[in-house]
């Protein structure tokens, strides 16, 4: 899939198709349960999941595809960019637990 920025220079899908999919997992997964938590009936949790996983996903796409400029790609060393992957990587995995603790206590 090709995809374009807004000057119409290609831009690589995977950091956009990573961010969409992890917004997927983690709303999707855990938003209907604090929905029914909250009180609200298991359809409209499951809406309310599914309107902020498109709001997610389309602020994602105007962030790292539509407003992307590749040619600053290489002003960020790419060691430094693993670096801060590998540091994002425990951030993602506390934050999962942290969300699944309160629907295990409660």
């Known amino acids: ?3 374009r920025n ?3 220079a290609s831009v690589d899908p995977v950091p956009f198709f990573v961010v969409v999919g992890l ?3 983690i709303l999707l997964s855990f938003g209907p349960l604090y ?3 909250l009180g609200f009936p298991l359809e409209i949790a499951i809406a309310l999941s599914a ?3 498109t709001v997610a996903a389309v602020a994602a796409f105007y962030r790292q595809v539509w407003t992307f400029r590749p040619e600053h790609t290489s002003a960020v060393p790419s060691a430094v960019r693993a670096e801060r ?3 994002l990587i ?3 995995a506390a934050l ?3 969300l699944a603790v309160p629907l295990v206590v409660g």
């Open 1 to 3: 899939m090709r995809l």
């Open 6 to 8: 807004r000057h119409g």
């Open 23 to 25: 917004a997927f997992m």
């Open 35 to 37: 929905g029914q938590a």
């Open 51 to 53: 309107a902020a996983f």
């Open 85 to 87: 992957l590998f540091q």
């Open 90 to 92: 425990p951030i993602l």
């Open 96 to 98: 999962l637990v942290a």
